[in-house]
């Protein structure tokens, strides 16, 4: 009984904070972009918190003091309390807000979000979906093009240029300890360039409202060593790898014949259709169905078969009809696809 009370406060008390442990934050910057944003935020953050406890302080002292003398009453016409007004309307407010504009536009200047004219390519084309995240290095030599989902890769001290479009709604590009918030749109790509300056798994979110979905829609960053990267990159552009067991050609055959193929694409199989994410490295990512469930065994045959209880509205039916012995097959040739 005692226990069941305790519990009923905790509840609470644990959702409230529980965003306060990991998660995305914009006060553990990793890049310049990020830094700049930080040290802004934080500036603000206390310069405001004074205006503010200042104003209260006076809020509290008027209603202390309660009356004042009948020249501070006298209407402003006649000039009463003039001085507030010009002082506290206007001279506090701008000698506030202005080194503020000023700082604001300064961290803006420093990293434009859209490039220079005449900038070229940019290095990766990111597409929005209701509700998960298309990717595309972009390259001239075909072993350096890739098209995956979800988790993007970056080499550590590189700027990287990021074209964000979308093909549905407007969605937002937002990974806190790289940068700010920049929206997709469709039909009007946007630009962003993103640099790391430390390694790190960096959390991102679509941060713009974009359907029942969206709170299911993160994206994960990678910033790695070059040599790394380079590595993951190659691994990306090969094919998938063969089936190496029983159980994973028989669910290649599965993938490849039932509905699987018509909307997903495994890279050196028939299965070449593009609704849905790219899987053929789906086995190497760390989460699944954008980053809302970890990337395992048991997830991975829940979702082929539970997609709309597990993200309701998503774009992947429920495959209910794969059971048993098909199930674990498909799951198994999956999770090979490293
Ligand atoms: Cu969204």
Redesign the pocket.
């Known amino acids: 009984m005692m226990q069941r009370r305790m519990s009923k406060w905790l509840t609470p008390a644990v959702i409230a904070t529980a965003g306060c442990s990991g998660g995305p934050s914009v006060f553990s910057p990793a890049g310049p972009a990020s830094r700049d944003l930080a040290h802004l935020g934080t500036w603000v953050l206390v310069v405001l918190s004074a205006a503010g406890t200042a104003t209260i302080a006076l809020i509290l002292w008027a209603s202390a003091r309660q009356r004042g003398s009948f020249a501070e009453h006298a209407p402003a016409s006649t000039g009463g309390g003039l001085l507030w007004i010009l002082v506290g309307g206007f001279l506090v407010p701008a000698l506030v807000l202005f080194p503020i504009f000023i700082a604001t536009l300064r961290a803006v200047d420093h990293f434009p979000l859209h490039p220079p004219s005449g900038h070229g390519r940019a290095d990766i084309h990111l597409i929005g979906h209701q509700w998960w995240w298309e990717v595309h290095y972009l390259a001239d030599s075909p072993d350096r093009q890739v098209t995956t989902a979800d988790e993007i890769h970056v080499p550590i001290g590189w700027p990287v240029e990021i074209e964000l479009e979308s093909r549905d709604v407007i969605?937002?590009f937002w990974v806190p300890a790289l940068h700010g918030k920049l929206d997709l749109i469709p039909g009007h790509p946007n630009r962003i360039r993103v640099l790391a300056d430390r390694a790190g798994r960096f959390e991102g979110e679509?941060a713009?409202?974009?359907g029942a979905g969206?709170a299911r829609?993160l994206l994960v960053v990678v910033a790695e060593p070059l040599d790394a990267y380079e590595a993951w990159l190659a691994g990306q552009a090969a094919p998938a790898l063969p089936p190496a067991d029983r159980a994973s050609e028989t669910g290649q055959a599965i993938f490849e014949n039932r509905a699987c193929g018509t909307c997903h694409t495994i890279r050196g199989t028939s299965a070449m259709s593009s609704v849905g994410p790219d899987l053929t490295h789906v086995g190497g990512r760390s989460g699944l169905a954008a980053n809302t469930l970890p990337n395992s065994r048991a997830w991975l045959e829940a979702w082929i078969t539970h997609a709309q209880s597990i993200k309701p509205g998503s774009q992947m039916p429920d495959l209910a009809q794969l059971r048993g012995d098909e199930l674990q097959a498909v799951a198994t040739y999956l999770g090979s696809l490293r």
């Open positions: 969605h937002s679509c713009e409202y974009c969206h829609m």
